[in-house]
C-alpha cells in the first residue's frame, strides 16, 4: 500500500507538471496565432488512451508516462514530423513567425513552471506559514553518522556557522553543507569553540551515500508511544518516563541508548527511569531485534520551533524568494554532478523521484514536492540540449545574433541527436535507480 501511496502521488504530481508545462507552450502559440494540432498527456506512441478534437486541436491522453508534449504546426519537435515541414510555409505554423515570437512560445513552458511552484509557495505560506527549528535552539547538540563521524563532527557538538556564516534553519544545515561545498564547519565541543575542516572528498561521499540526515539533533529520552508488542511496555515502563541509562550506566540521550541496546539482544537488562520524583530500575527482555519498541518524544516536546505567518500579500513576496532559492539550489546540485568524484552514480530516475514522496497521504508535504519538482522540470528543460526546450532556445539565439536560420536537415539531425541523449540519460539515470535496489 505504501509503494501504491507513493506512485499515485508521484504520477498525479507529474501530471500536473505536464499539463502546466504543455499549457504555457499551448498559450504562448495561441497567442501569436500559431497552429498547436495536439495537446496530450503522456505520450501516445502507436495508440491513446483518450482523445477528442476540439477546433483544430487534438487533446489526448497516452498510455506512456514519460511526460506529455503540443505539437506545433510548422516546427521540428520529437514527433519528426518531416513531412509537413517539406511543404511550403504557412502564415500560421510555427516557422513563419518572428524569431522573438518563436522564443517566447518555446520559452513558454519553462515560465508557467516557475509560476506554477511561485503559486503554490504563495497559497502554503498564506495558508499554513512556515515552521523551523532554529540553530541556535539545538540545546542538547547534534548526532551524527559514520559519514559525519568521518568528517570530524561527534555526537553532541552545537553547531555554530558554516563556512563562518551562520544557518538560521537547522533543518537546512546538510544542504548548506552540500549545495555550497562547505570547507569548514565551527561548533562548540565540551564548551569550547572548534574549527571543524570538512576533509576532501566528504562531499562526493555524502553524495553517493545519499544521506541527507548525516546531522541531525539530540534529544533526551522520554518515552512518547510504544510499538504494539513492545517489551518495555509489558515490562512497566509508561508515556512520560525519561530514560537515562543501561543496568548501570547512565544514557542521557536517545541516540546514545540507541547505539547501546543492540549489545544486549536476547538479554535481560535493567532500564533506568526517572519517573515523577522517582528513579527506578524496570528490568526489560531484549528481544533478538535489540529494539524494546519504545518511540521517543518529538522534537516539539524540547525545542521552541520559530513560526512565520503570512497575509496573501506577504506570502506574495515570500513565495518568489522561494522559487529564486529553489532555482539556484537545484543549479548547485546539477553542478555537484560535474564537480565531485562520482556524483553522476546519485542520479536517479522515476524510483528516485517517487521515493521523495512520503509513503502516507500529506497534502502539504504533496504541494511541497510539486512545487520542488515543477522548479526541476524548467530547469532541465532549458539546458541546451536538442530535442528539450533549452536546445530549441539555442538555435532561435544563434538564429537572432547571425541573422540567419540553422537548415531544416541540421534541426532535424540535432533533434535526433537530442532524443538520443535523452533517451540516454533516461536509461542511465533509471538503471541507477535499478542498480540500488540490488545492493
Known amino acids: 500500500m ?14 500536473i507538471l505536464v499539463i502546466f508545462h504543455e499549457l504555457g507552450h499551448f498559450i504562448t502559440a495561441k497567442m501569436f496565432k500559431t497552429r498547436v494540432e495536439k495537446f496530450y498527456l503522456f505520450f501516445n506512441p502507436w495508440f491513446s ?3 477528442i478534437k476540439k477546433g483544430e486541436t487534438e487533446y489526448g491522453i497516452g498510455w506512456l508516462p514519460l511526460g506529455g508534449y503540443v505539437k506545433i504546426a510548422g516546427m521540428i519537435d520529437e514527433s519528426m514530423d518531416m513531412e509537413q515541414m517539406k511543404q511550403p510555409p504557412q502564415p500560421w505554423e510555427f516557422r513563419s513567425k518572428p524569431a522573438w515570437q518563436r522564443l517566447i512560445i518555446m520559452l513558454g513552458g519553462v515560465t508557467v513552471n516557475i509560476l506554477l511552484a511561485i503559486a503554490i509557495y504563495i497559497v502554503m505560506l498564506s495558508a499554513i506559514g512556515e515552521q523551523y527549528l532554529p540553530t541556535t535552539s539545538v540545546k542538547y547538540g547534534i548526532t551524527v553518522d559514520s559519514v559525519a563521524y568521518r568528517m ?8 555554530i556557522s558554516i563556512d563562518h556564516k551562520p544557518v538560521e534553519d537547522f533543518a537546512s544545515i546538510p544542504k548548506v553543507i552540500l549545495l555550497e561545498e562547505a570547507k569548514n564547519i565551527q561548533i562548540i565541543r565540551e564548551g569550547k569553540p572548534v574549527d571543524i575542516h570538512i576533509p576532501n572528498g566528504s562531499i562526493s561521499e555524502l553524495i553517493s551515500k545519499k544521506t541527507p540526515e548525516f546531522i541531525s539533533f539530540r534529544i533526551p529520552f522520554e518515552v512518547g508511544d510504544f510499538t504494539k508488542t513492545s517489551p518495555a511496555k509489558k515490562a512497566g515502563l509508561k508515556v512520560n518516563d525519561r530514560i537515562i541509562g543501561i543496568n548501570d550506566t547512565l544514557l542521557s540521550y ?3 541508548f540507541r547505539a547501546t541496546i543492540g549489545q544486549f539482544k536476547d538479554k535481560e537488562i535493567q532500564v533506568m527511569v526517572i519517573r515523577g520524583k522517582d528513579t527506578l ?16 518524544k518529538g522534537p516539539a516536546n524540547y525545542f521552541s520551533l520559530k513560526e512565520k505567518q503570512y497575509n496573501l500579500i506577504t506570502a506574495i513576496p515570500a513565495g518568489f524568494i522561494k522559487a529564486y532559492d529553489g532555482v539556484g ?8 554532478i560535474f564537480s565531485q568524484e562520482k556524483a ?11 521515493n521523495i514522496f512520503p509513503s502516507t497521504w500529506d497534502w502539504q508535504a504533496f504541494w511541497s514536492l510539486t512545487a520542488f519538482l515543477s522548479i526541476m522540470l524548467a530547469v532541465l528543460n532549458v539546458l541546451p540540449i536538442p530535442a528539450l526546450d533549452g536546445g530549441h532556445v539555442m538555435f532561435l539565439f544563434y538564429e537572432i545574433i547571425f541573422r540567419r536560420k540553422p537548415s531544416d536537415k541540421f534541426m532535424e539531425y540535432s533533434q535526433y541527436v537530442g532524443l538520443a541523449i535523452l533517451f540516454g540519460l533516461l536509461i542511465f539515470a533509471n538503471g541507477n535507480d535499478i542498480i540500488k535496489l540490488f545492493r
Open 2 to 15: 505504501e509503494i501504491l501511496i507513493k506512485i499515485v502521488q508521484l504520477l498525479l504530481s507529474l501530471s
Open 49 to 51: 488512451l483518450f482523445k
Open 152 to 159: 570530524g563532527l561527534r555526537n553532541g557538538d552545537k553547531i
Open 254 to 256: 536517545f541516540d546514545q
Open 281 to 296: 530500575k524496570i528490568p526489560v527482555a531484549v528481544p533478538r531485534e535489540g529494539l524494546i519498541g519504545v518511540y521517543p
Open 329 to 336: 539550489n537545484y543549479l548547485k546540485s546539477i553542478k555537484l
Open 344 to 354: 553522476y552514480e546519485s542520479v536517479g530516475g522515476f524510483i528516485s523521484i517517487g
